[in-house]
Structure formats: structure tokens, C-alpha cells
Nanobody, 121 residues
Framework: VQLVESGGGQVQAGGSLRLSCAASTRTFLNTVMAWFRQAPGKEREFVAAISWNTATNYSNSVKDRFTISRDNAKNMVSLQMNSLKPEDTAIYYC????????????????WGQGTQVTVSS
């Protein structure tokens, strides 16, 4: 699966950004789409994931602020990020795996190139 992210940028604390990821695959309906992020000097961490039937899973640090969604007709997944905080600054990666939501990066086989999100205080 080829994944291409877009929508990163710089925003002030309290602001919003929307990330998108386009997936090139014939099996999008069977594919779990997820977002991970990696801040400088830190390990890559799980942010959110969505399954084919729109079941979702969020990390505690973004729950109630971020919303993941998917458009199966367009093979796209989005991450709406509201009430952004400086600690949300990271490179955000789109990832894909088949069938079931998982929250560890080793469980995902396909990755995008990443998009930078910077939140200033």
C-alpha cells in the first residue's frame, strides 16, 4: 500500500489542523488506517486508528481533541486535530495494516513519508 500524507503545517496553541492520507490499494475496505507521530528525541507513538466499519481507537493524549475518519469511496483517511498543544508537535505518519486495529508500530506494514506538525505556544 502506498500512502501519501498532506495537511501538516504550523499553528498556534489552541488552533486546528487537518491531516489527510491517500492510500493506493485495491483492498482499502479491509485496511485499518492509523496515525502515528514522532517528536524529536522520542519514539514513534500511536495516535489514532480506524477500521473498515469506522470503529476507532485513540491514544489518551489526543482523545476528545482529535478525530479520525475515512472515506472509503476515495481511499482516504483524515485526522482532524483541534485544541492543539505544543506537545503535539511531531512528524505525523499515516500507516496501514489489514483487518484489525492495533496500536503498536510493529504491527503496521505500510507507512507514508510523514508530515510535520508544529504547534507554537
Amino acid at each position: 500500500v502506498q500512502l501519501v500524507e498532506s495537511g501538516g503545517g504550523q499553528v498556534q496553541a489552541g488552533g486546528s489542523l487537518r491531516l489527510s492520507c491517500a492510500a493506493s490499494t485495491r483492498t482499502f475496505l479491509n485496511t485499518v488506517m492509523a496515525w502515528f507521530r514522532q517528536a524529536p528525541g522520542k519514539e514513534r507513538e500511536f495516535v489514532a486508528a480506524i477500521s473498515w466499519n469506522t470503529a476507532t481507537n485513540y491514544s489518551n493524549s489526543v482523545k476528545d481533541r482529535f478525530t479520525i475518519s475515512r472515506d472509503n469511496a476515495k481511499n482516504m483517511v483524515s485526522l482532524q486535530m483541534n485544541s492543539l498543544k505544543p506537545e503535539d508537535t511531531a512528524i505525523y505518519y499515516c500507516a496501514a495494516r489489514l483487518f484489525f486495529i492495533r496500536t503498536t508500530q510493529d504491527e503496521y506494514s505500510d507507512w507514508g513519508q510523514g508530515t510535520q506538525v508544529t504547534v507554537s505556544s
